[in-house]
């Protein structure tokens, strides 16, 4: 008996064939309809996705006010945000070493560029600045983001379970960094709709989103992870795929992003092809297994800290369990490698333990279960519960950017 809540996936409808004489346009034409379609399907939960982030920069705004910081500068030019910024306004090539630790050296090159080029684009093609184009692509980005998530949850469950999907993804205790001039919302827009290509077989969708989501942040390797997996799974079971050249064409384009920066920020490092993890250890960053965390775990037991560490440990301890009822409940192999990939990153990775929630932020898939669970509560269950994460994740992340001195 599983542990957790049954999924239940949701016939995919069958797509009767395209009769004789069916031109171009009329091809265009149908996925222009299907696409608006799916999107009215997805308008409510969007609206909802809205209010509650609304919502969220509200109280943190009203806040930061109170205690005289501008809301704009804590969401568009705080920590990571700044180095974005630097690298749309001037491209790479800053070097710094660290005031506070002796060996520490931070390298622009350790940021992927899919961001910040999109901030540099935008701010030449409209009359804003840097920082203020650095939101918009964020929101931009959040909007697609929960449009896809959407999409999965809708995909594998129904309607009901997609949109509360995305409204335990959008009120999660950090969720403020969805609307942050960060780079989550933007690799969990590509990585969702590329889970979306993957479990509905198109392969060269799913390869060339993956592709540009191994330009957006470091962990998106889970990403191309996830699509070589699946693929390797379908070749596996289905020896009449290996005939079909989108499902080999969108496996093979699949890491070319991330293996591309990450070959040519090496060389630019001047540390080799695998230079970029050097000027990530020169960032105090590596991945050791968790022995890191561990150690500063062991520290928040022994010790006092900042209320973000202990929130920070809460939070991937319900990841910890999340992983396991969702790998009993059996999802989709593209999902699975995905939130098992970002979780082992996050969790094995040292220094800077309090970011962490944010580098799962893109695992929404350890979300579904809670999401089928709510699908079936009673309405009133239903309404208490999104109000008490409502009230948490909004009183976190004013926290996080109004109070909280630790590096996000």
């Given amino acids: 008996m599983s542990a957790g809540p049954a999924i239940h996936r949701?016939?995919?409808p069958v797509r009767a064939p395209e009769p004789r004489g069916t031109t171009r346009g009329d091809r265009r034409a149908d996925r222009v309809d299907r696409v608006r379609e799916a999107l009215l399907r997805a308008l409510p939960a969007l609206g909802l996705?809205?209010?509650?982030?609304?919502?969220g920069m509200s109280v943190m705004a009203t806040w930061a006010w109170w205690v005289g910081k501008h809301p704009r500068t804590l969401l568009g030019h705080l920590w990571d945000g700044i180095w974005y910024a630097g690298i749309a306004r001037n491209g790479y090539g800053l070097v710094v070493?660290?005031?506070t630790t002796r060996g520490v050296f931070y390298n622009d090159l350790a940021f992927f560029p899919l961001f910040p080029g999109l901030v540099r684009g935008v701010a030449s093609l409209l009359p804003v600045t840097v920082v203020s184009a650095g939101l918009l692509v964020a929101w931009a980005a959040a909007g697609a983001a929960a449009w896809g998530v959407y999409a999965v949850g809708e995909r594998?469950?129904?309607?009901?379970?997609?949109?509360?999907?995305?409204?335990?993804?959008?009120?999660?205790?950090?969720a403020i960094v969805q609307t942050m001039a960060y780079t989550e919302s933007l690799m969990t827009?590509?990585?969702?709709?590329?889970?979306?290509?993957a479990i509905t077989g198109r392969w060269l969708w799913a390869g060339s989103l993956a592709l540009l989501a191994g330009l957006s942040r470091p962990n998106a390797i889970a990403v191309a992870a996830a699509v070589c997996c699946a693929a390797g799974l379908v070749l596996w079971r289905d020896r009449g795929a290996r005939a079909d050249r989108r499902l080999w064409a969108g496996a093979a384009m699949a890491p070319l992003g991330w293996a591309g920066y990450v070959a040519w920020a090496g060389l630019r490092s001047g540390h080799g092809l695998l230079g970029y993890f050097e000027v990530q250890r020169l960032w105090g960053s590596r991945f050791d297994f968790g022995r890191d965390a561990f150690l500063f775990v062991r520290h928040?037991?022994?010790?006092?800290?900042?209320?973000?560490?202990?929130?920070?440990?809460?939070?991937?301890?319900?990841?910890?369990?999340?992983?396991?009822?969702l790998a009993l409940d059996r999802p989709p192999a593209a999902l699975l490698v995905y939130v098992l990939v970002l979780t082992v990153i996050a969790v094995g990775g040292s220094s800077y333990f309090a970011s962490k929630p944010r580098f799962l932020l893109p695992a929404f898939?350890?979300?579904?279960?809670?999401?089928?669970?709510?699908?079936?509560?009673?309405p009133r269950t239903l309404a208490v519960t999104a109000g008490a994460l409502a009230g948490l994740s909004y009183f976190y992340g004013t926290y996080l950017l109004a109070v909280a001195k630790v590096p996000m």
């Fill in 189 to 197: 827009a590509l990585a969702a709709w590329t889970l979306y290509a």
């Fill in 156 to 174: 594998l469950h129904g309607r009901r379970v997609g949109t509360l999907l995305v409204l335990l993804w959008g009120l999660l205790p950090h």
């Fill in 365 to 378: 898939p350890l979300l579904l279960p809670a999401a089928v669970a709510m699908a079936r509560a009673r």
């Fill in 10 to 12: 949701v016939a995919a």
């Fill in 97 to 99: 070493p660290s005031p």
């Fill in 49 to 55: 996705y809205a209010a509650v982030r609304l919502t």
């Fill in 300 to 325: 928040l037991i022994t010790a006092r800290d900042y209320m973000a560490y202990y929130v920070t440990l809460a939070i991937l301890g319900a990841a910890l369990i999340a992983l396991v009822f």
